[in-house]
């Protein structure tokens, strides 16, 4: 078996501010995702890469930057935090057509 | 681009009574492959069906779901909800290489 870390699982921040987010599996998959959830939005795919050092936009990457440096790692920005923002972030990975499998998650709040 | 529609927000019924959440898709690929996903409270999304096979029933832990591609449908079924099928589920389409969930069903099981 494998586990996907997440860190921080909360965090805050300011308006405004620069915001990273950060994702590793030792599952050894080449796919990785970064989705955003809200009450009644369901997951939102923000960026996914499907190997080192690719980096494809999803519906809602606006206002975000991703980086895939290693296979095993998968980190999300927030570029400018919008004020009163609260969503939780999901990071995920799979091998092609199989199973996804997510993390804890990072709950983040914008004050 | 690829969509996955959940029309139920949430869906509240009684133990013992049997639960069918809808779920389509649209989609440009040619050979859709269709998920289940369930998340318990404070937890994380977890795989519950999956169909890349139309007109074939699939079942896991007593739901079951059928890809239909006449229709672009995948709705899930089970004959008697139990006070632990509580919880939200997710549909959602891998097109390509990006996985794209619907916006969640809440399913609220009572006795």
């Known amino acids: 078996g494998g586990i996907i870390t997440q860190t921080p699982k909360f965090l805050i921040g300011q308006e405004g501010q620069k915001l990273t987010l950060k994702c590793q599996q030792n599952?050894?998959?080449?796919?990785m995702y970064w989705y955003r959830q809200d009450s009644g939005k369901g997951l939102r795919l923000i960026y996914y890469?499907?190997?080192?050092?690719?980096?494809q936009k999803g519906d809602l990457s606006e206002g975000y930057d991703a980086s895939r440096e290693k296979k095993s790692s998968f980190s999300l920005t927030v570029t400018s935090a919008q004020k009163n923002e609260m969503a939780v972030f999901l990071c995920?990975?799979?091998?092609?057509?199989?199973?996804?499998?997510f993390g804890k998650g990072t709950r983040l709040t914008v004050v | 681009g690829d969509s996955v529609t959940q029309t139920e927000g949430l869906v509240t019924l009684t133990e013992g009574l049997p639960v069918m959440l809808n779920c389509t898709y649209q989609?440009?690929?040619?050979?859709?492959?269709l998920f289940w996903y369930v998340q318990h409270l404070n937890e994380s999304p977890r795989l519950l069906l999956k169909?890349?096979?139309?007109?074939k029933r699939t079942e896991h832990q007593g739901f079951h779901a059928t890809l239909h591609k006449s229709s672009s449908s995948f709705h899930l079924q089970k004959s008697s909800a139990q006070l632990s099928d509580s919880a939200l589920y997710y549909c959602?389409?891998?097109?390509?290489?990006?996985?794209?969930f619907g916006t969640g069903t809440t399913v609220s099981v009572s006795p």
């Open positions: 995920a990975s799979r091998r092609q057509n199989t199973e996804v499998f």
């Open positions: 599952f050894n998959h080449d796919t």
């Open positions: 890469s499907i190997t080192e050092n690719d980096l």
């Open positions: 989609t440009i690929y040619s050979n859709p492959f």
């Open positions: 169909s890349f096979t139309d007109n």
């Open positions: 959602a389409h891998q097109g390509g290489r990006a996985l794209i």
